[in-house]
């Protein structure tokens, strides 16, 4: 970036406190923390050595850009106390969920920097991994937020608001959806006191493979090759799960759908 | 191992291949291939440097094991020209849903060795990382095969023919059906010509993520949360998609399930 940019973070949690610092690291300037919550907002604040305030009035007007990241249920509520005399500033959120258009009647600029990871508190991530997806209401400023984005990952790709609806439900399977598999897996193995550590080899090569070939060309397993044998057997051992059995069964009949789709 | 194990193997597909390549590599001598089609048999033979036949006849009895990997389907017609004059030899296969009993009324020492991997002819795989499940008809034949499993990876468990059936199971949930969430995944953003490598770096967070923690703690997205709003928005967005709706219920229901389950 031309300039170092003058930031606020608006919320404490796992994504503000992983942009905090990844924009920091790139010479941004973090100006302030706000939180509801003193434990996080000083948490942060600390982490960064940056002012914090809990108080919406005490919001500086200096920055460049506030960055909002809260949850999708506060978000409402706390927009028009923080765009309150900042309204010619940029205001961007970082949800995957909620549309651009939720600042049009509020704020002249504003956009949309979604980093889209599975956050969790015990794990650090690593930025320069993670896919953003950026969107804005002027020119300037998307390129502005896709160089930002690209001080902190090499992955930038400009998105609309339906296009991210459809990434975050994409993410939903992806991620969310095959991470209950391992857990399902995990399940039963533990019912026959068998360690899950031993499915970690099976689970880094599948995910390791869609990185060559695409998810289909990657499928393996007995409802790809429509062994009806292996299937009907595994069917017998869920007798006594009916969730299982019903997920077995609805997910072997849409992998055998799936090869009739166009070829993905 | 103390000493130098010769072995045919029977068969010359992929697993026999990463095998035979494996077992060389460890100081095991592979005396012979047999495979019943010429192409697979000479390809295998020429690339451990040994002799190779096509008929049944010609398997040479000086081997101390026989490894047969072959598909399920050919198995039961081949066993007994496989056995023949070679009875007193130990016999081991390498499915994971075939149970080491079929070879109990044929010869007097067997054996299974089961690699757990999904193995596709366009990767190579570590075997180093792969987990082996081993059994056998007595115990000193179990030592030799720990052994020799030993040598091509540190992940060497012993399993039962009923729990190898459960971990054939528990492969199916862990590997082919978070695949295919991978798969649905691309499908749905192909739809919105978004691109399926956005999501790389999410999939491998999320079997990183599995190494530190469990899968049920690992766990987040809408069904977790019980985030109903996103969960009715993500269902809104597949009412054109019967079999991707019906799977989104059902998976979200399981996740939501699973919490009342004893911690995996």
Redesign the interface.
Known sequence: MEDSKKIVLIGAGNVATHLGMGLQQSGCQILQIYSRTQKSASELAGLLKVPYTTALEEITSEADVYIVALK?SAFQDLLPYIIKGREKSLFVHTAG?LPMSMWKDAVARYGVLYP?????K??K?NLA???F?VEASNDEDLQMLKGMAGMLSP?V?E?TS??R????????????????????????????????E??????????R????????????????RNDE??MQ??LD??ADEP??H???E??S???H??KE??K?
């Open positions: 999708d969920s889209m990871q599975t956050f969790s015990q794990r991530v991994e993670v896919s997806f992955k790709y998105a339906e296009q609806k459809y990434l975050h439900l994409s993410a939903v399977f992806a991620c969310n959806f095959s991470n209950h598999m391992y857990a399902l897996s995990a399940y039963l193995l533990k019912q026959k006191g068998l360690p899950f031993s499915m970690l080899p099976l689970i880094d090569e599948t995910s493979k869609v990185h060559e070939l695409s998810p289909q060309e990657a499928q393996t397993g007995p409802a790809i044998n292996v057997s595994h051992l869920l969730v299982l019903e997920l077995y609805k997910i009949q849409s992998i759908q799936i789709y166009d993905l």
